[in-house]
């Protein structure tokens, strides 16, 4: 059995995120009208979740607990290590910092690359051609919604696969980059070891220590730095990107979160506007998140086979009009 949390939305504080853009109205907290009552926590089957989403056309969010049955780990997990990724200050601002990061990208995005999509990503394929998912809004850069095979995909944090130069805009691949800097740093990959044996972030950063020696590459266009094509922590989420987010959360007639904490604003502020428009909220997650309070039904459960049931349970949406 499942352990669900069935509540109402209750209103709170604005928090803060890592990742932010400029202030908008619809960033503000939620001011609803419940009281901030302790929540009702029963034990129920995955009943009130189909009950809540029965008939709708889902909006998706998605965070680093729907990678980690393919061998990606997350950042907040309650069985996940203690880590602090690095900064978009950071790594603009440090030599150091930076070279210590793309020796460890140098290695942890070869993982990555390999990795595989599971159930839950591939339940979510099964829905969206179901017409039950809209579409979805990833936190993750691992790009494996889109190797499952889900059309409309939202990469809110940008991807692992690509490169851009911070001077001229120009952009890479990631592969094309791993070749240079195999050639700037021959048999470093085979000084660290297996890649399996080095344990690996989402945003795939790899934990190795003995990074001085290594030489980054700059643009081989302008010689400006170059960086991963993903929002770091500090660093903004282009406005273009969370404006396509917001519409498809509006498209949508609930709000589905799988996986996430949404520890950080750039996710949370889908969720509140969703509750603010009326719209039914569901998190399926292990542990409590910061978006709980907006939810009429929160799962603490994994994301694999909640979404996997979900596929086989759910009905088609309601014909509008």
């Known amino acids: ?3 669900i ?3 109402a939305e209750v209103s709170g504080p604005p928090r803060t995120g890592q990742r932010s853009t400029p202030a908008d109205p619809r960033e503000q907290a939620y001011r609803g009208e419940v009281s901030t009552d302790a929540r009702q926590v029963t034990t129920a089957s995955l009943g009130d979740v189909v ?6 056309r889902l909006t998706v969010l998605t965070g680093a607990g729907v990678s980690t049955d393919s061998g990606i780990p997350d950042y907040r997990g309650p069985d996940s ?12 601002g440090d030599e150091a910092f930076r070279r210590h990061y793309w020796a460890r990208n140098h290695v942890g995005w070869r993982h990555v690359n390999r990795t595989l999509p599971n159930k839950g990503h591939q339940a979510l394929v099964a829905l969206e051609q179901r017409g039950v998912v809209l579409g979805i809004i990833t936190q993750n850069v691992d790009l494996l919604h889109e190797a499952a095979g889900s059309r409309h995909v939202i990469d809110l944090h940008g991807r692992y696969d690509r490169v851009v ?7 890479i691949g990631r592969r094309e980059l791993a070749d240079r800097l195999d050639a700037l740093n021959p048999g470093f990959a085979d000084e660290i070891g297996a890649v399996a044996d080095v344990e690996i972030a989402p945003d795939a950063d790899a934990v190795i220590e003995a990074t001085s020696h290594f030489v980054a590459a700059d643009c081989a266009r302008c010689g400006g730095m170059l960086k991963p094509d993903i929002v770091y922590f500090g660093e903004t989420v282009p406005r273009e990107r969370v404006e396509r987010a917001y519409a498809l959360v509006d498209a949508g007639d609930a ?5 996430s904490s949404l520890t950080v604003q750039s996710g949370l502020r889908f969720v509140r506007h969703a509750a603010q428009a ?3 909220v569901v998190v399926v997650n292990r542990g409590a998140t910061r978006g709980d309070r907006y939810a009429v039904v929160t799962l603490d459960a994994g994301t694999s086979e909640t979404l996997t049931e979900l596929a086989e349970v759910l009905p088609a949406p309601r014909a509008s009009g």
């Open 278 to 280: 009326g719209k039914p």
């Open 51 to 56: 009950d809540a989403l029965a008939g709708h």
């Open 5 to 7: 949390r069935v509540h």
């Open 81 to 92: 290590p203690p880590r602090t990724p690095m900064t978009f200050q950071q790594f603009v």
């Open 255 to 259: 709000l589905l979160v799988a996986g």
């Open 1 to 3: 059995m499942h352990r």
């Open 165 to 171: 130069c911070l001077e001229c805009g120009t952009v």
